[in-house]
C-alpha cells in the first residue's frame, strides 16, 4: 500500500467545496455512469437546499471516462491536481474504480465507490471507500440461490475475461457453488464487446447445466442471452448487479425472462425513504432509479455527512470522518463502513419478467 501525501484542498478563501466524480456518461455501459450522476446530483441539490455543508455550497466536477480505465486515471489525476477536489465519487465498473484508487491514494484524496464490487478497489489504500457489499458475498448469494431454490447441481459459467468483476465473482461462484455440492461443468470466456457468443454457447449448452451464471455486464448480457434463446438453450440465466440496467431488456427481449439476478435494492421496498428517493428522482430525471442511482445518492449522502463532521476539508481530516461511517440510513441500505473500507449489507434477488424485475428474496451476510 502506497503511503499517500497529504491531500485534499488548499484552505482558500472560498463558498463553495468542490467534489470529484468520475463516470462513464457516455460508451458501452453509459446507463451506469449517467444513472450514477443523477443519484449523486439529486443528493447534492438536496443538500444545498438545505444550507449546504460547513456554510458553504457544495459543487461536483464531473468527468466522462467514457468507461475506460485509462480515462478514468486521467480524470482523477485532472480532479486533484487542476480542480483541487477534497473528495472523489466514481466508478461504476471495478477495472476504472481500480485504475483511479491508485491515483487518489497516492495523492492522499479519499474516494468513495458507490457500487464497485470488487475486493481489491478498497485494498488499494486507507483513502479508498465503497457504500456497497463486495464479490465474495455477491459470489456466495448467487451460489446458495442456485442451490437452494433452483436447485441445481450442474451450471456452467460465461465470463467476460476484461473485467476484474467478472473474473472475481467467477472465481467466488465457483468455490461456493463446489462447496455446496454443486458442479461446473465449463467455464467459457468472452472479452466485452464481443458481438458473437456462439462457439462458447454451444460449448456451454453441450455440457446440460441446469442454469448458466454470465457475470458480466447489462450490454454483453443482453445479446448473450437473445443469442442462447436462439440456439435453443432454455435454462435460466444468473446474474449479478452488472445486468442491473433498463437497456437489458432493450437488447434481450423476453430472453431473459425467468433468469435471476442478485442486486443491491429493490424499488419495490416499500420503507418510506426509499419510496421519496424514487418519486424525488423520477420527477427530477424521469423513470425508477436503479441501483446505480440509488448507491450514487448513497455515496454522496456518506460523503455529505462525512464533509460536516469533518474537522476541516483536508484529505486526512475528510478520510477519518467517512471511515466513521455508522448505521447511516441509505435507499440501498444501512452503511457501516468495517475497517476495510467495505459496507456489509444484505443483497437483493431480483428475478426478470417481462422486461421488469421482480423481487424474490433477500440475502443477509
Ligand atoms: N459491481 C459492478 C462492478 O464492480 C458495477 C455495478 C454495480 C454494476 C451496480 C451495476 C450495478 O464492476
Not at 455501459?29 to 438536496?46: H, M, P
Not at 435460466?236 to 433498463?246: F, Q, T, V
Request: net charge neutral.
Amino acid at each position: 500500500v502506497a503511503q499517500p501525501a497529504a491531500g485534499g484542498a488548499t484552505p482558500a478563501a472560498s463558498d463553495t467545496i468542490v467534489l470529484g466524480e468520475v463516470g462513464s456518461l457516455t460508451g458501452a455501459q453509459a446507463t451506469f455512469g449517467v444513472s450514477t450522476r443523477n443519484g449523486v446530483d439529486l443528493a447534492i441539490k438536496e443538500a444545498n437546499a438545505a444550507g449546504g455543508v460547513k456554510g458553504k455550497k457544495l459543487k461536483v466536477i464531473v468527468y466522462d471516462d467514457q468507461g475506460k480505465p485509462e480515462e478514468a486515471a486521467q480524470a482523477v489525476t485532472r480532479l486533484i491536481t487542476q480542480d483541487k477536489v477534497v473528495l472523489i465519487l466514481g466508478e461504476v465498473a471495478s477495472s476504472n474504480s481500480l485504475a483511479m484508487a491508485e491515483k487518489a491514494q497516492a495523492a492522499g484524496v479519499p474516494m468513495i465507490t458507490p457500487s464497485s464490487t470488487n475486493p481489491s478497489v478498497t485494498e488499494k489504500g486507507e483513502y479508498i471507500f465503497r457504500v456497497c457489499f463486495i464479490d465474495p458475498f455477491q459470489g456466495f448469494v448467487m451460489a446458495k440461490f442456485a442451490r437452494e431454490h433452483l436447485k441445481a447441481d450442474r451450471v456452467a459459467i460465461l465470463q467476460d475475461n476484461k473485467s476484474a468483476y467478472s473474473i472475481g465473482l467467477t472465481d467466488v461462484f465457483t468455490q461456493k457453488f463446489a462447496e455446496m455440492g454443486g458442479k461446473i461443468v465449463t467455464t467459457q470466456s468472452y472479452s466485452q464487446g464481443d458481438t458473437n457468443f456462439r462457439a462458447q454457447l454451444t460449448a456451454i449448452k453441450k455440457e446440460k447445466p441446469q442454469a448458466i451464471y454470465v457475470p458480466g455486464y447489462y450490454n454483453d448480457v443482453g445479446i448473450i442471452a437473445r443469442q442462447a434463446r436462439e440456439m435453443g438453450v432454455t435454462v435460466p440465466l444468473m446474474g449479478g448487479d452488472g445486468w442491473d440496467s433498463e437497456k437489458l431488456y432493450e437488447l434481450a427481449g423476453n430472453a431473459l425472462d425467468g433468469s435471476y439476478f442478485s442486486n443491491h435494492y429493490s424499488p419495490s421496498n416499500p420503507d418510506p425513504k426509499v419510496q421519496k428517493f424514487i418519486s424525488d428522482y423520477k420527477a427530477a430525471y424521469g423513470g425508477v432509479p436503479d441501483a446505480l442511482a440509488a448507491l450514487g445518492y448513497d455515496a454522496a449522502k456518506v460523503a455529505i455527512a462525512a464533509l460536516e463532521r469533518a474537522q476541516d476539508t483536508s484529505g486526512p481530516a475528510v478520510r477519518d470522518a467517512i471511515a466513521q461511517t455508522k448505521d447511516f440510513p441509505g435507499v440501498a441500505g444501512n452503511i457501516t463502513l468495517d475497517q476495510n473500507r467495505n459496507a456489509v449489507k444484505s443483497a437483493a434477488i431480483l428475478k426478470i419478467g417481462n422486461g421488469k424485475t421482480e423481487f424474490v428474496t433477500t440475502i443477509n451476510p
